[in-house]
């Protein structure tokens, strides 16, 4: 017999990100319902189909809390009855058919005692511990908040939310989708709104910023003909191909007349294969003037990049039509690019 648990679900935000989540959970539940955490929000009163249709989320977890003073007694007979009738509600989830595998990610997970659990859950729930690749993920730690209590996280989906089902293929330096959502938010979509790319890539700004909201028109431009066709590719998968153009071209000799976009977005290169940094500066010199010029008066250019301190460099170079509004840095795969927004003059 299984003991059914309390449910309140953790929303998990890479940094940088959390005042884009805070946006899309606040008309979602009450904020006296919504506690802030280090990596995230704790969340109770709200729905998980709402949940899971969270754009700047990292991942959804379905959370219980064990008043123990260490995880061993998740091995006791109330605190394991417990734990087996939340890992066996969770397995019945959609997003969770077919599992056959789980890992775990835990301090301590070496230990004799870890051991006796991973092998006590794998019994119950007959699924196979795979350390590396477990497809249902279990995160136990100390809770940030209750004292002397452990929380156990059930992730919902063999993959987090920041793996889009739409995206086709990796392609090197593409945008999370998270983050990608996160700066389609920080334009404040509106129905008329003119939005171009400028480094289009595998098309992630684009279609997130499709699935957001109407809009009167959105472009991308790529400079690898190969990249364009991964782009549409994707764009139809996420069911907003029909919304988007994806043209080939040079973000240094755009295709358009001026004043043609309300919004102007670059994901910029940096790296060795800009060449040096004097080469690089003239880059987005070029760039950031094509941007100004197809950009509208009050219009936004959100400029993304590593190499952010090249980018500064040159902005008082480049005419005084536009001015920098905002900075701030996100966390992507292992590096912390900054987005530069930047208002054009009126």
């Known amino acids: 017999m299984t003991t059914k648990t309390p449910t309140w679900y953790e929303v998990e935000v890479s940094p940088g990100l959390k005042e884009f989540t805070a946006q899309e959970l606040s008309p979602l539940s009450p904020l006296s319902q919504i506690v802030e955490l280090p990596d995230g929000f704790r969340v109770i009163g709200v729905s998980l189909s709402s949940l899971l249709s969270l754009r700047t989320a990292q991942a959804i977890y379905r959370g219980a809390s064990f008043d123990i003073p260490r995880p061993k007694a998740l091995l006791g007979d109330e605190h394991f009855r417990r734990l087996h009738g939340a890992l066996v509600e969770h397995l019945q989830t959609p997003e969770l058919k077919h599992t056959q595998t789980f890992r775990v990610s835990a301090a301590g997970k070496k230990s004799s005692v870890f051991q006796r659990l991973l092998s006590s859950i794998s019994e119950i729930t007959h699924l196979r511990y795979d350390e590396e690749n477990g497809e249902l993920l279990i995160r136990i730690r100390r809770s940030p908040v209750t004292t002397k209590a452990w929380d156990v996280l059930l992730r919902y989906g063999r993959r987090p939310l920041s793996k889009r089902g739409w995206r086709t293929a990796d392609y090197r330096g593409a945008l999370d989708g998270p983050l990608a959502a996160g700066i389609a938010l920080l334009t404040k979509p509106q129905k008329n709104q003119r939005v171009l790319d400028l480094c289009a890539g595998s098309g992630t700004f684009l279609i997130e910023r499709a699935l957001l909201g109407s809009a009167g028109y959105l472009c991308g431009i790529e400079v690898l003909e190969d990249v364009v066709l991964l782009s549409q590719k994707n764009a139809e998968v996420a069911g907003v191909a029909e919304r988007i153009r994806f043209e080939h071209g040079d973000a240094r ?15 910029l290169p940096w790296g060795e294969a800009c060449g ?31 190499a952010h301190g090249v980018l500064g460099d040159l902005l008082g170079e480049v005419g005084s039509a536009i001015h920098k509004e905002s900075e701030r840095t996100f966390f992507q795969g292992g590096f912390h690019p900054r987005l530069i927004v930047l208002r054009k003059s009126k």
């Open 253 to 267: 000799a755009l295709p358009f007349s001026d004043q043609e976009f309300d919004v102007v977005f670059g994901n």
């Open 276 to 306: 040096s940094k004097s080469e690089l500066k003239n880059l987005y010199k070029d760039i950031v003037q094509e941007a100004e010029r197809v950009c509208a008066p009050g219009g936004q250019i959100l400029l993304l990049t590593q």
